[in-house]
């Protein structure tokens, strides 16, 4: 398996566009997260899913923020409008179960940055 | 509201020192304590994972400590190497994040 594939790796856009970031997980698992590294908050958990369904979306910010699970192998994550705050490391991970340590694998990330 | 402290927040050793970092929680109501390394510009690898009925877990050169009543954990990094150089997170219940310790381990 090659692990779980986040795309794209770098995103440059401008304020205001809307900005779509991809995740596929791991064959199998069943939970997905989505997450948000900033020097400022460090990472933090914004949504995650369970068999495609948000179980958890208290931290996504705000509702220019949406996140979407239409099959076991894909999600998204979508800004719109974007702003510069939003500027951050998004990572996703899944896991075979939610506190399987073994099954619990990240992305290497999308680095949006909002100018 | 779960709140997760890291100390320090970087930390500089020579190599084949032992070291010890420190992760501290507010709510002793959690079912497990994870600890991750980062590295530069990559995503989180996982380390050890303490379920809350657990002490401790060792694997290799690492220790990882559990005391829920005083809302604490320890990961002990033995004979360190330049290659432990990372930064090291600890996460309660996969969803909470301390803010990380940088450790850079110097030849």
């Known amino acids: 398996d090659a692990g779980v594939i986040q795309s794209p790796r770098h995103e440059v856009t401008e304020m205001g566009q809307e900005v779509t970031l991809r995740c596929k997980p791991i064959s199998g698992h069943d939970y997905l997260f989505w997450y948000r590294q900033t020097m400022m908050r460090g990472l933090e958990l914004l949504i995650y899913?369970?068999?495609?369904?948000?179980?958890?979306d208290s931290g996504m910010p705000e509702d220019r923020f949406s996140a979407k699970m239409p099959n076991a192998s894909f999600s998204t994550l979508k800004i719109q409008p974007s702003e510069p705050r939003d500027s951050a490391v998004y990572f996703c991970a899944s896991s075979l179960i939610l506190t399987d340590f073994y099954g619990y694998t990240f992305g290497s990330g999308t680095r949006l940055t909002v100018v | 509201k779960q709140e997760v402290t890291q100390i320090p927040a970087a930390l500089s050793v020579p190599e084949g020192e032992n070291l010890v970092l420190n992760c501290s929680f507010t709510d002793s109501a959690i079912y497990n304590l994870q600890w991750f390394r980062q590295d530069p510009g990559k995503g989180l690898t996982s380390l050890l994972l303490i379920q809350s009925s657990q002490r401790e877990q060792t694997s290799g050169r690492l220790n990882a400590s559990l005391d829920k009543s005083s809302g604490r954990s320890t990961l002990y990094i033995a004979a360190s190497q330049p290659g432990d150089s990372a930064t090291y997170l600890c996460?309660?219940?996969?969803?909470?994040f301390g803010a990380g310790t940088r450790l850079t381990v110097k030849p």
């Open positions: 899913f369970n068999n495609n369904v948000p179980i958890d």
């Open positions: 996460a309660v219940n996969n969803m909470r």
